[in-house]
């Protein structure tokens, strides 16, 4: 296609698709300066002004006119930025892509500027360009793929009906190393909607104790917890239980929210928020039932640590959906 005559301008009334033009290379700098978009794409590190100038300026329309790589810009209303009058401009959000790969088959790709994470201009931005690859373009499979790790694009996926295969490994070239990759895919005529419940983890309060996500900061934690020979005895745990093991058991957690399996939480002293134990609802059936399993860092027990604990979560998986709960109809807990 020529570049930018044939690029289509395409917009929903809230977030507009366009041919980037020059004055784009500044939000790209401002962009590719962000820790987690130099984490997860392939931008140079250190990546400068003149990086983001050939970007827009040439990588850009090369891509349009080698038909290799059909790039929009994103640009979104910034409320933060709203004037005195509530007049609020319009900002570069960052960049998306449909990439060719062979008849009828072309890859997605997404990068946003900080500034407008977490208020669905992206998946704005995502459905237009969808729905002009399906419709205009004639594809019929989307693929998309991110390095094993990347939760939100993950679950912007989710949002636009991907499906999740798998892991690939060592597939994803970044900065001279292959990295395990996540792929989806998403066809023509199919619903770009969620196939499946992803649960994130409601902060649940109690007297003793505070439920919360799980967080990195509390491998340590696990990995003393199992250690113990108490907790070995009836858990069946790798050995040895490094602080690796901790970091799987914490992907583990969110895999089984992203999949809709399960939903787990941290319990945590109020005071200083460190671990004291976990509790989980494992083999979760929407509206239906679930098992409860869980355990505490013997630093904690005897204390009524757990007993607070699980207490909360039954009440949240009873409550109805409508209340804010899960809305199940039976529990079921196992012990050796």
Known sequence: MRFPEEVPTLTDGVVTLRAHTPGDAPGSFEQCQDPLSQQWTT????????????????????????????????????????????????????????????AGRAEIAYGSHPWCRGRGVMERALRLLLAWGFDTQKVRTVVWRANKGNWASRKLAWRLGFSFDGTIRSFLPQRGELLDAWVGTLLAGEDRAPRSPWYDVPTLRGERVVLRAHRDEDAERIRQACTNPETRRWLSLPDPYTLHSALDYLEMRREAHATGRGLSWAVADPRSDQLLASVALHDLKPGEDAEVGYWTHPAARGRGVMTEAVGLVLRHAFVDQEDGGLGLARLQVLHA
């Open 43 to 102: 931008v140079p590190v250190p990546y400068s002004m003149a990086d983001a100038e050939e970007f827009v300026g040439s990588i850009i329309p090369a891509g349009w006119r080698e038909d290799r790589d059909w790039a929009f810009a994103v640009d979104a209303v910034d409320p933060s930025t709203a004037a005195d009058d509530g007049a609020a401009p319009v900002r570069y959000a960052g960049t998306i892509s449909l990439r060719p790969e062979s």
